[in-house]
Every structure is written in C-alpha cells, then in structure tokens.
C-alpha cells in the first residue's frame, strides 16, 4: 500500500488531489444528512440504505485525509531531528488539540435524540470531526515518522504496526456490544499500544543533544502537550453527550474512541518524552561544553587552515580561547631571545595589557619562559597588592611553540578572567588543546615556507653548479691534457685549466681552495679570471704563481688560502718546468717513477717576498713519452668505511704499477685509473672533499698539441 | 662525525691550547670559537699542541690564518707543536712552517718563550 502511494505521490499532486476529494466528500455527506436529518426529519439509523451512505462517504473522506497526511509528512522521517522540528511537534499539537476542543465547546449544537436539527450543526460536526481526526492521525504519523523512527531502518514496519494495533482498537469499539471478552480484548490492545509506544521511544538520544537552554523550552513545551492530551482524553471521557463525543459519533459507530485511544498513546508519549528531557538535564551543561569544545576546536583549525600570517593565526586563537572559557581577555606573548611581543589582544586594550604583564612578571606570579601550564586560581592568593590594582583575578598561561629560521621563538597564550576561579580544569585542557593545535599549525606554517625556501636556494645551487661547470676545461680539450673535477657538494672549490704561456707555450694548473662548498666555489671562480689574465703576460709558472698571490693576497678572506700547482711545457716538448704552491706532491711517470714536491707556500697566506723566496721551479727533461699527474688532496685523502686515508704514496705506488704495464696510455685514461684507485679505495664512502685529477702526456716526438 | 675537543690553560701570558680529534671544516668552528676568546681576552703567545690531533684539514689550518696576523700585531707570536706526521706533512706542503714556529714538544715551545717572558 505504501508503495502504490509512494508512486501515487511521485507526481507531487497526490496531496492537493486527495485533500480536494476528502473535502467534496465531506460536503456531500453535510448535503446527505442535511436533507435526511434536518430537512426529512429522520434518525440517521432509521434507514439501513442512508446510514450506509453516509458510513462509505465518511470513511472515504477519512482516508483521502489518510492520503494526503502521508504525501504531506512521508518526507519527514529523513528530515533530522532539529529542535525547531521536534518544538513545532510539541506546540502545534498542544494548540491544536486545544482549539478543537474551544471549536467543539462554542459550536452549534442542536440535536434531538442524536439528530442534527439545523444545517449548521451538520456543517460544524462535520468541521470538527474532519479537524479532529486529522489532527490525531497526523500527529501520530509524525510521532512515528520524525521523532521515534528517523535515519532507523523499519520506520515503515513500526508505523504499520502501530496502525494495525489502532485498527484493531477501532475495530473492537465498533463491536463493543458483542460482549465483555471484546472489552477486555480492547483494553489489552490499548495497553500493548501503549507499550509499544514506549518500546519505540525507549532511546531518546537526540535529547541529550541539544543546548540547556533548549532542553529547559523542549521540557515546558513537553507538559504543554501533555496537558494538552490530558485535557482533551478527559473531555472525551467525562462528556460523553458532549459536541465533540456526538460528532465523532455522526462520524462512525465507536467514532469517539479512536481519538480518544489516539490521545491515551499521545499522553503515554509525551510522559515517556517529558521524562526523558528531565533525565537528560543534569548532564546538559558537560553536554554543552563537549559539544561547544568539538566545534571551536574545529572551527579553530579550520580558520587557522586559512590564515596566511602568524598573526592572523594568533587572533583566531586568542578571539577562541577567551570565547570558549568565557575569560574576560586574552592575548599572546611571543619570546625570542630577550625580545618580548605582546600580540594579538583580545577584549582587553594593548597598552593595559603590556602595563598588567609586566606587572605579573615582575611580582613573579609566573615563569615567562617556562614549559609548564601556569594556572592562577585567585590572584588574591598569589599577589593580594595586584588583585586590588587589576581586573584580572585568575588566569591561565599556556606555553607553545613558534619555530623560526634562527631559533625557536616560545610562545604563551594568556587568558585571564575577572573572578577567583574563573577557569575550570576543562578549560585548562581545552587551551593546552589549542595551544597544541597552534604549534601544530605554526610548524606546518614554518615547514612549508622552509621547503619553498630549499627549492629556492637549490635552484640558485643548482644554477651555480652549471656555471662552474662552464668555468672548466671542456672534456677532450686535447690529446695531450685531460682532467674531471667531481665536487664533495654540488659547487666545489677545485679548479683545472689549460692555458698559453706569454710565450706561445702550453701551461696547466690545478688549484684547491682551502674549504669546499659554495663559499669555495665563488673563489675559484675568481681563480678563473686572475689565472687567464696573468697567464698571457707570465714567462713561466714560477712567475704566474708569484703574480697570482700578489693579486689574491688581500682578497681573500683571512682563513682562506689556495694552493696550486702549475706547469709549462716547452715549445718542443723536451722540457717541463713546474712550479708548486703548497700543493699536493706531483707524479712523474716517465722511465722512472719520480714524485716531485718542490718546495712553494700556499697562495694567499704570504707577502710577495715571503713566497718568492719559499717558491723554488724545477725542470725535467723529457726523453721518452712522460706522463705527469696532478691531483688536489681530495684524492689522496680519500678514506674507507674505516676511515682509513689512501695517502699520496700509496695512489701514486698503484698507479705507477698500473702505468708501468700499459703501453703509453692516453691522459684521459690515466685519469680514468687515478679515478677507479680512488673510488677502490673509498669502498662507496663519499669523498669528503673535492677530487680533481690532471694528467698530462708529454711526448718529444710529436710536437705541442694543445 | 669525528669529534674535536679544545682545552686551554693560561699561565702568565701564555695559553697553551690542545687540539684532540679530528679538525675539519665542521669541528673547525669549535676551534675557531677557543682561540678568538683567547685572543680577544687579552694579548697572549699561543702555544697550541697537536700531539692528540689526528687530522686536519684545509679548513683547519685557516683558522690559525685567521689569528696570526692579530697576535703577532702584539708582539706574540702562534707556535705550533707535537704534531704527528700526518698532521705535521699538511703543514709542510702548504708551506706553513715559513709562516708559523714549530716545535716538536711544548716543553721546547716553551723553553723557547723564556727569554722573553717577564720574571
């Protein structure tokens, strides 16, 4: 059935249709009994054919009622169960039941044996019965649908069994004259009525989830309704030749004790409803506060969420914090260093709160930079002098957390109040909850400007990495020379070149500035300049390293120093001379294995005096092919998982091994061994400083091939 | 990471400063921070022993740069001692001992100021 009426109402015009046919049916049976009873003069049972006319036009006014009331309300049961729904059931059935009864009471009632005499009377039965039982039935649909069976499944089950029972009452008062056994039969359905009633609305737990103030209107409006009910089933009962009674009784046989069943359910209910409101009372304000925590927290993490500035996330906190605990003022103070900053007050002005701060401070009532929770019950207590001078009279310090670039700035959040024991150990956990809840925020505030900072830095790293890159010799730049720098970071301070002589002649340099990194990498950079712009005027590697340090001496900064090494190669490859400037040893393989370290101070440590007299060039001769290694101490310091450091002896012992048993390799293979020497050693370890590796080939008999 | 301890004793005006560990560009900076709070204090020789200093690195070695040219401008000088050879050949091949005094224990070091230290 309720399917077919599902579908009946999937139009939308099931109400309207069916209200209009309830009411022509209603009219109908007003002309009916009209012309039989107060124009003819008869009793309604005096004739069997009439009576049931008037029975079939009223039971199908009735349910078009039925019909349009359940297009009506169908849509209620998903609505929640706000407090404006549940109110307006209250009220509106406590009005309405009481202005039937008025209707009932002031209507004209003209009857004789039963009869209506007048049209009036035909009309105003009519009326009240149709008001009277649309009232009740929809009432007890909206009971069922809204309050007892919202977002349950079985809501139509509960309402079908309810109806059955009501039915089956109806049925009962109908043929009550059978005997004592219907009577009974009828009593014990309206108790199981009853109790189902009851089972229905055995867990009313949406009452306790309204404020107190609604509870306290929900409860009045409760016994209103009950008064209501109460008056109404005792009208019915006590007044049987009553206007109400008789016209429920025109209606139907046993027409007034449905409604009257109807009303001992509503009563049962709104007793069950009234008792469940007083019960929910006395948690009603830990109710309240739970609620009222969840959602300013919410709230707060949702504003916080939005805010772009420490600031902004400050006053949401503070405009929260002092709401929530119902403190008479708030505001936060941020500690970096020695530097403090009130900000962000709230209900109170900033310069009284810096004068009262300062105040507290100074009279020691509480740690400005401790870690702990500082709970001032009564000011009187701590400091009666203060209490007197200020409004506020307790407080509460919560302590937080604001990470910064530089240090971590302590933060406090400050809610005071204007009486002794103005804060509640709840409020006390709900301000540590939103002091946590800042300090989360403020992090993540903090981390997401880090990591754009980092990717920022990165590119600028990133961009450093390629233009040094550029700065050094491209790979293969001869068959003669060939080098690979691998920095320890992404910018190293290493730096190789191969460059002419004033005199048209080959020359090679390696350089390491002391230090690695960015800073390093800005000097080789320089490096790069200062070596091309001498070289073409220097004779000789002595000489350029000579002039390389008087330019450096007063640039560097004070703890930095490079050292070099530089060589020249005569025209006819017979001839290198080399100069070095406290660099590491130099590797000769050639017909014997010869490690060279002339002596020479590192550039930027001495006067021009001082390091020409500590510089001191040698020359080798050039027989057979000749392979000179160059190599900065990234290399020959490389250690192992166990820290241990291959040393400069033991890299040019295996390379000379090596070199010994390959026929004249090419430079950049010697480079490639040196490299794989190295890396053998280093077991995976990362170099820890930079690694460059020159090797040049001198061969007499082809001549300079750069 | 390797650690650096720096300790330092003062009698009369000469600090003598031991380096433990392992001083490079990282445990540079406690070494650095030492020597400044002597220098800056007041005008002292410097003798610094390296005879428990295990390595040093270029970063290293500029922090005694950083220093010389403010105690020598006082009449008092850095000088460097006990080195082990590891240590000692860094130095050597940067050409520092042109720069600074070595010596090889800090009794010698020391023998070496009493001529000028006051009676």
């Avoid at chain 1, 009740?136 to 069922?144: D, E, F, H, T, Y």
């Avoid at chain 1, 936060?332 to 900053?341: I, K, M």
């Avoid at chain 1, 006067?607 to 001191?616: E, I, M, R, Y």
Wanted: aromatic residues 6%; hydrophobic residues 50%; proline residues 3%.
């Amino acid at each position: 059935m309720f399917a077919l009426l599902r579908q009946l109402n999937a139009g939308g015009t099931l109400g309207v249709t069916s209200t209009i046919v309830a009411v022509a049916l209603s009219v109908m049976r007003i002309v009916v009994m009209w012309l039989w009873c107060v124009v003819g003069g008869n009793g309604v049972t005096q004739n069997i054919g009439i009576e049931v006319l008037l029975v079939i036009l009223g039971y199908a006014s009735l349910a078009c009622v039925f019909v349009a009331l359940y297009s009506r309300f169908s849509h209620h049961g998903k609505q929640a169960l706000s407090y404006s729904n549940i109110s307006s059931l209250f009220v509106g059935f406590a009005v309405a039941i009481l202005l039937v009864l008025v209707a009932s009471s002031v209507a004209p009632a003209s009857f004789e044996h039963g009869r209506p005499t007048t049209l009036g009377t035909v009309v105003s039965v009519h009326v009240i019965i149709l008001l009277l039982h649309t009232l009740l039935a929809g009432v007890s649909w909206w009971i069922v649908t809204v309050a007892i069976a919202n977002k349950r499944q079985g809501t139509h089950t509960k309402i079908r069994v309810l109806t059955t029972i009501v039915l089956l009452l109806w049925l009962c008062t109908m043929i009550q004259e059978v005997g004592i056994v219907v009577a009974v039969i009828e009593v014990i359905l309206l108790v199981v009525a009853s109790v189902y009633v009851l089972i229905l609305l055995r867990n009313p737990v949406w009452v306790q989830s309204f404020t107190v103030d609604k509870k306290i209107r929900l409860l009045w409006q409760a016994c209103f309704a009950l008064f209501a009910s109460v008056v109404f089933c005792a009208t019915m009962a006590s007044e049987p030749t009553s206007m109400l009674v008789t016209s429920a009784e025109l209606l139907m046989k046993g027409g007034a004790t449905l409604p009257m069943h109807v009303g001992v359910l509503s009563i049962v209910a709104f007793v069950r409803l009234t008792i469940a409101i007083i019960a929910a009372l006395p948690n009603a304000a830990v109710v309240d506060r739970k609620r009222d925590e969840v959602q300013s927290l919410a709230a707060l993490t949702r504003q916080i969420s939005q805010a772009t500035t420490l600031e902004s996330i400050l006053n949401t906190v503070t405009v929260y914090a002092s709401t929530v605990t119902k403190a008479h003022g708030a505001w936060c103070v941020l500690r970096n260093g020695s530097q403090t900053t009130i900000t962000s007050p709230y209900l109170l002005p900033l310069t009284y709160i810096e004068r009262m701060y300062h105040q507290l401070l100074a009279a020691d009532v509480f740690v400005a930079n401790g870690n702990e929770i500082t709970v001032i019950d009564a000011m009187q207590d701590h400091q009666p002098l203060l209490a007197e001078q200020s409004i506020v009279q307790s407080a509460v310090i919560v302590p937080f957390n604001v990470p910064s670039k530089s240090k971590n700035t302590q933060g406090m959040l400050v809610v005071v109040s204007s009486v002794p024991f103005g804060f509640e150990a709840e409020d006390v956990r709900l301000l540590q909850a939103f002091a946590d809840t800042l300090s989360v925020a403020t992090e993540q505030e903090y981390l997401h400007k880090a990591a754009i900072e980092h990717e920022r830095v990165q590119k600028e790293v990133d961009v450093a990495m390629h233009m040094q890159r550029a700065l050094l010799p491209k790979e293969e730049t001869s068959r003669q020379v060939n080098g690979i720098t691998i920095p320890a970071a992404q910018v190293g301070g290493d730096y190789f070149d191969v460059f002419r002589f004033a005199d048209g002649t080959t020359g090679v340099i390696i350089a390491d500035v002391a230090g690695k990194g960015v800073a390093a990498g800005l000097y080789m950079a320089t490096l790069k300049g200062v070596v091309l712009a001498h070289a073409e005027h220097s004779v000789g590697p002595g000489q350029l390293l000579q002039r390389i340090n008087q330019t450096l001496l007063g640039v560097l900064e004070r703890h930095v120093y490079v050292s070099m090494t530089c060589l020249n190669i005569s025209h006819s490859n017979s001839r290198v001379t080399i100069a070095r400037a406290g660099h590491t040893p130099i590797l000769v393989l050639g017909s014997t294995t010869e490690v060279l370290t002339p002596p020479g101070m590192a550039v930027g440590i001495a006067k021009p005096a001082v390091f020409a007299d500590s510089l001191t060039e040698v020359a080798i001769e050039i027989g057979a092919t000749t392979c000179i290694v160059l190599c900065t101490d990234g290399a020959t310091e490389q250690r192992n998982s166990r820290l241990e450091e291959l040393g400069a002896s033991a890299l040019f012992q295996q390379l000379a091994q090596w070199y010994s048993q390959c026929n004249h390799p090419r430079p950049k293979d010697v480079v490639t061994q040196t490299l794989n020497i190295v890396r053998t050693h280093g077991q995976g370890v990362p170099p820890h400083d930079d690694v460059t590796i020159v090797a040049v080939v001198v061969d007499p008999k082809q001549l300079d091939q750069l | 990471m390797e650690a650096c301890t720096v300790t330092s004793t003062i009698t009369d005006n000469v600090a003598l400063v031991h380096v433990v560990g392992y001083l490079d560009a990282q445990t540079a900076q406690t070494l650095e921070d030492q020597l400044r709070g002597l220098v800056e204090q007041r005008s002292l020789w410097l003798i610094v022993d390296f005879e428990h200093l295990d390595y040093i690195s270029s970063a290293g070695l500029g922090v005694f740069m950083m220093f010389i040219e403010d105690v020598r401008s006082h009449g008092h000088d850095i000088l460097l001692t006990s080195m082990k050879p590891a240590v000692y050949s860094v130095f050597d091949l940067l050409g520092f001992f042109v720069l600074f005094s070595y010596f090889p224990t800090t009794e010698a070091a020391l023998n070496s100021l009493l001529p000028t230290l006051p009676r």
